[in-house]
């Protein structure tokens, strides 16, 4: 029986990943939260709501000041510099010290270097849950899993790729519009799809559901969480694919 681990308003119900993450936690005892994609910090807030005793850990590429901020920034990147400048003052100002300590965030670090990875193991050792909410394109999954694949545990342990797939029309990467070819890439190096845009709560871009509601796993006991998540539609063929990118 899976248990309620999201609760109503948590920011990963919000995008439509209730389900999948309330049978992941019922199945997996996680030694820490680690999440690429700092953001304006609100998914941090709430995990630290989820799990009373563990340390949660996020990684950004941007720095926390705004001199940093150079042109190779977009403004919606400049925009949630802003924001978690102004959630990071909040949480020191209304969370206790003991939850502040929970909190282990870490700017201006790129997720998808070998450098950042070896000093990630160097300080948490190995995990049983890495999230990449950072980059969300048709191809970010391919260095996700690249760099992080030697964090995780053992065998069970999980690469989670949220908006995997996500086909946004980048004028300067015209590969991340080329969505079957991800797919099928996708599917060679072994994730797993789900489909929860059912339960997508709001999207960042008008009438882009389907790209807001597809959930990568990737993990090497594919049997073991295919069955723990069986209750989820798997995008598992081309012919269904299509049909997600169609928008049905």
């Known amino acids: 029986m899976t248990t309620s681990i999201i609760f109503e308003g948590h920011c990963k119900e919000q995008r439509g990943w209730k389900k ?14 680690t999440e690429i994609g700092i953001g304006n910090i609100s998914c941090f807030k709430d995990w630290l709501a989820t799990f009373s005793d ?19 920034f977009s403004d ?8 978690g400048h102004v959630r990071y003052a909040e949480l020191h100002e209304k969370y206790t010290i003991a939850e502040n300590k929970r909190l282990h965030l870490y700017y201006n670090k790129d997720a998808y270097s070998s450098k950042t990875v070896d000093e990630y193991i160097s300080a948490y050792g190995t995990q049983d849950i890495i999230i990449n909410d950072g980059k969300q394109d048709g191809f970010s999954h391919i260095p996700f899993l690249q760099e992080w694949e030697r964090v995780l545990k053992n065998p069970r342990s999980l690469l989670i790729q949220e908006r995997i797939l996500r086909n946004q029309d980048y004028t300067n990467h015209p590969e991340a519009v080329r969505p079957m070819k991800w797919f099928r890439r996708a599917i060679e190096k072994g994730w797993m799809i789900f489909d929860c845009r059912d339960q997508v709560k709001f999207t960042h871009h ?17 049997e073991y969480w295919k069955q723990q998540l069986k209750h989820i539609p798997m995008v598992d063929t081309e012919e269904y694919y299509q049909r997600v990118i169609d928008r049905e």
């Open 206 to 222: 008008k009438n882009a559901e389907h790209e807001e509601g597809l959930f990568g796993v990737w993990t090497q006991d594919k």
């Open 20 to 33: 999948p993450y309330d049978a992941i936690f019922t199945h997996l005892i996680p030694q820490a939260i």
């Open 76 to 83: 919606v990147t400049a925009y949630q510099l802003n924001m």
């Open 54 to 72: 563990i340390p949660i850990i996020g990684i950004e590429r941007v720095p926390l000041y705004a001199g940093g901020c150079v042109n190779e």
